[in-house]
């Protein structure tokens, strides 16, 4: 009797110890179906002043290596009917040659008229079942293109269902305020996971750091965008948008509020015509680390700060466990690579170097110390069709705090 209850004590703690592993095992193969999914979140075509068709674009996004994409247009989303001329140069209409040889004479609707040509451009609900796919996803999205007093004032919206018109104000700050309130609000009201991004605030220094310091409910913006004209650098009298970065979350840290995530982006509009003079695709974009790929899931884990940005430089992984940065890079061959760890100390609310290696792998302790802490991994690679003539191909990720609230 003895002996059969010690034979089912052990065989009931060894089943428990099966059933753990199980468990265990299961966990560990729902992480494994997180994957890095590349995207970009602000692009131009025909239905604004892009310089292509959707079809084109997308087709081109798809077919280098891309996983979602989101035609961003300017006050208006591809839905109705609208007819376009294409623009009358050898250029644009061997453009539209390519369109027609690409898709099909069944597929383009279009006329002459006067001698021009009149193009239908295909909606939105048209075009996307000819591209999503597993590998594939079609976003909706606008450019919310506003201002005042001549400062341009424009806010991506990622996601959104209904068209929203720009809303105005009386000042730059309340025109950016009731833009993103305006977004927030659809999604309050739809229950569609969406979110605003404030584009590009150095274009025509249209948005000032103190605009952007004082804003509420915005987690996103451009730190990088593919556009000739934004300023990426700065000037003599005004920051670039990386410094922008840390100094927005420098006064968000101080009063708690959730820290600003970077992204990269083309912008694109330009697509026959290349060079740094022109706004092209391929310059930047967010690798998204989520378990699969829907707009709620890329949504979900941007919020999370889940991605980083890049004009090229890949990552095979970067994680913050238990107060530990980890980076380690996607190394190419004949590449060198440098991880600068860039933080700022509650002590010392100025960004600065807190360690640089040179190599592939970096790990850094964050701290209670550290209002934040965030990496730019550089590249000896010289971009190729960069912004700036001399680019070199670079990462951003995500700041990070130990700090309750503020990640």
């Known amino acids: 009797m003895i002996i059969r209850n010690f034979t089912y004590a052990r065989l009931f703690f060894v089943g428990l110890g099966l059933l753990a592993s199980v468990l265990i095992s299961c966990e560990r193969g729902k992480k494994d179906t997180r994957r890095w999914y590349k995207g ?8 604004s002043d892009g310089d292509e068709f959707p079809e084109m674009i997308m087709d081109w996004y798809k077919s280098h290596g891309y996983n979602f994409l989101a035609l961003s247009d ?4 591809a839905e109705g009917e609208k007819w376009v001329k294409v623009p009358n140069s050898r250029m644009y209409e061997e453009g539209f040659q390519q369109y027609v040889q690409r898709f099909g004479e069944e597929w383009v609707t279009h006329r002459m008229d006067s001698g021009r040509i009149l193009v239908r451009l295909k909606t939105l609900e048209e075009y996307r079942p000819l591209f999503e796919d597993e590998s594939f996803l079609v976003i909706p999205s606008e450019e919310l293109t506003d201002g005042y007093d001549g400062r341009p004032v424009h806010v991506n ?31 309050e009201e739809t229950g569609v996971p969406m979110f605003p991004h404030i584009n590009h605030p150095n274009f025509f220094y249209g948005v000032s750091l103190r605009d952007m310091i004082e804003l509420r409910g915005e987690r996103f913006f451009e730190v990088y965008n593919g556009h000739p004209l934004v300023n990426n650098y700065g000037d003599s009298l005004r920051p670039g948008t990386e410094t922008m970065w840390d100094l927005i979350n420098i006064a968000y840290s101080n009063r708690n509020q959730p820290l600003m995530y970077g992204l990269a ?29 829907t707009p709620a899931s890329i949504i ?25 940065l980890h980076i380690r890079v996607k190394e190419e061959p004949g590449v060198k690579y440098e991880i600068r760890i860039i933080g700022v100390a509650a002590s010392q609310p ?17 701290t209670d110390e550290y209002l934040f802490v965030r990496a730019k991994v550089v590249s000896d690679r010289v971009k190729e069709n960069p912004f700036k003539e001399g680019d070199v191909e670079v990462a951003w990720t995500q ?6 609230g503020r990640q």
């Open 40 to 47: 970009n979140l602000h692009t131009h075509s025909y239905w």
């Open 74 to 77: 300017h006050n208006i989303l």
């Open 157 to 187: 919206a990622t996601n959104i269902k209904h068209h929203i018109p720009p809303q105005g104000g009386g000042s730059v700050l309340e025109v950016l305020q009731r833009n993103v309130d305006a977004v927030l609000r659809q999604r």
């Open 265 to 293: 982006t083309d912008d694109s509009h330009n697509y026959h015509q290349f060079g740094t003079a022109y706004a092209n695709a391929g310059r930047g974009w967010v690798m998204v680390r989520a378990d699969s790929l």
């Open 300 to 324: 979900r884990a941007m919020e999370a700060g889940d991605f980083y940005a890049t004009t090229g430089v890949l990552l095979d992984d970067v994680s913050f466990d238990e107060g530990m």
């Open 350 to 366: 100025e960004p600065r170097e807190l360690e640089v290696v040179e190599g592939t792998e970096a790990h850094f302790k964050v």
């Open 399 to 404: 700041p990070v705090s130990t700090i309750t």
